[in-house]
């Protein structure tokens, strides 16, 4: 009888550090931008959800726990452009989608909306950042495989939203690719 992978058992898998059992970042690990994703998540959530302004969300949001160790100008960024470009940004998303909008989960929803606001309009994040970023918020608080479904929809829009950003940053990882499609000298 010989020793197939199939067989032998596997030993257990190192936890990574500064991650939960689903992967997602501890909030010791966490930066003062994540934090006020998380803020933002919870507040387009009731947006979404409970059709409160966002004015009243805002005040609530900012007394609740760890609030502090946030980064309040991002949050307000992202929570008042949310908001106010609403329209727009499910404009942008609905045709990357394989079904209505209604249809899509308020907590990926707002994560797309963020993802797509910060593509858009917060060129300071780098594109790989924002889509990181929203991956590990749909992990955390989304359903099972809803990061893949925003991962794939923010992957669709960057190469519109950033695209000399997004063409330089595929450049570097394939230089030899690059070299391929010279013509040679010969």
Known sequence: ???????????????????????????????????????????????????????????????????????????????????????????????????KLAEISPIEH?????????LQFCHDVPWRVVLNECIELAKEFGGTDGHKYVNAVLNGLAPRLRAAEVAADKAKTAPDAAADTQPSAD
């Open 110 to 118: 707002a994560v797309m909306w963020i993802g797509t606001y910060e």
């Open 1 to 99: 009888m010989s020793d197939t992978p199939s067989s032998t058992p596997r030993p257990p898998r190192a936890p990574r550090k500064g991650t939960t059992s689903t992967g997602a970042r501890k909030a010791a690990s966490k930066s003062d931008r994540s934090r006020a994703r998380e803020f933002t998540l919870q507040a387009l959530y009731q947006y979404l959800v409970g059709k409160n302004e966002a004015s009243d969300i805002d005040h609530f949001t900012r007394d609740l726990s760890g609030f502090h160790k946030a980064d309040a100008a991002h949050y307000n960024t992202l929570l008042h452009g949310c908001v106010a470009q609403a329209t727009e940004l499910d404009a942008q998303i609905a045709p990357l989608l394989d079904r």
